[in-house]
C-alpha cells in the first residue's frame, strides 16, 4: 500500500466547475498535509498547508482534511484553463517523520 | 531574485561519469533537501541539511553524496552514473519546523540524463 495515494487522472472539467481532488494517506500518525501545484516542465510550488480537521480557505481553492478518515481534499471553484497542472498531496509525520508525496493528479479544465 | 537555484539545470552525460548538481537558497532558511522526481512523477527524498547537519539520509545508493558547505549551500555529487539515475532532481528549503516542515520551496529542477 502506498504511504499517499491520489488518482492519476486525468481529471478533466469545464472551466468554471469545481474540481476536486482527493488524497488518502495510510499512516494515522501524520500531522500535516499539503497541497502542490506542478505545471508541465516546472517545480513544485506549495498551494494549500491543512493542519486540522476541516475546512480551510483561500482564494478559490479549499482544503478539506478529515483525520478520522485519512483522507484530504482539494477543491478548486470557478477553475481555470490556467489550473491546468498536476497537483501533488503530501502528509508530514508519523512513523517516517518525513513529507511523503503521492504521485499527484493531473487536472486538465477544457475552454 | 530567485529564491532556490540550481545549477545546472540539464546535463547529459554517459553512464560511469561523475556529476555535480549545484543549489543555492537567497531564503535564510535552515533546512534545505535533495529530492528524486522519476518519470512517474513520483518525488522522493533523498537527503536533508539542517544548518549544515545532515538529518535525513534515505536509502540512496553510496555514489550519491550531499555536503552542505554553509545553510545557504546544498550540492549534490553522483559518482559513476547508471541509467537508473535519470530523473530530474529538485532541491528544496525550508523555514518551517515541526507541523510546518511541510512547506517546501522548489528549486527549478535538474533534469539529469544518462545515456
Known amino acids: 500500500q502506498k504511504e499517499v495515494e491520489q488518482n492519476s487522472g486525468p481529471l478533466s472539467v469545464p472551466e468554471g466547475a469545481i474540481a476536486s481532488l482527493n488524497c488518502t494517506y495510510s499512516d494515522r500518525g501524520s500531522q500535516s498535509f499539503f497541497w502542490y501545484r506542478q505545471y508541465s516542465g516546472k517545480s513544485p510550488e506549495l498551494i494549500m498547508s491543512?493542519?486540522?480537521?476541516g475546512d480551510k480557505e483561500d482564494g478559490r481553492f479549499t482544503a478539506q482534511l478529515n483525520k478520522a478518515s485519512q483522507y484530504v481534499s482539494l477543491l478548486i471553484r470557478d477553475s481555470q484553463p490556467s489550473d491546468s497542472a498536476t497537483y501533488l498531496c503530501?502528509?508530514?509525520?508519523?512513523?517516517?517523520?518525513?513529507?511523503?508525496f503521492g504521485t499527484g493528479t493531473l487536472l486538465a479544465v477544457q475552454p | 531574485d530567485t529564491a532556490v537555484s540550481q545549477t545546472p539545470k540539464y546535463l547529459v552525460t554517459q553512464m560511469g561519469n561523475d556529476k555535480s548538481i549545484k543549489c543555492e537558497q537567497n531564503l535564510g532558511h535552515d533546512t534545505m533537501y535533495w529530492y528524486k522526481q522519476d518519470s512517474k512523477k513520483f518525488l522522493k527524498i533523498m537527503f536533508s541539511y539542517n544548518n549544515k547537519e545532515l538529518i535525513i539520509n534515505e536509502t540512496v545508493p553510496n555514489r550519491f553524496s550531499p555536503k552542505s558547505p554553509d545553510k545557504a549551500h546544498l550540492n549534490l555529487h553522483i559518482n559513476s552514473l547508471e541509467l537508473g539515475d535519470s530523473a530530474v532532481y529538485f532541491c528544496?528549503?525550508?523555514?518551517?519546523?515541526?507541523?510546518?516542515?511541510?512547506?517546501?520551496?522548489f528549486g527549478e529542477g535538474s533534469r539529469l540524463t544518462v545515456l
Open positions: 503530501a502528509a508530514y509525520g508519523g512513523a517516517t517523520n518525513k513529507l511523503i
Open positions: 491543512i493542519y486540522s480537521n
Open positions: 528544496a528549503s525550508s523555514s518551517r519546523t515541526g507541523e510546518g516542515t511541510g512547506e517546501l520551496f
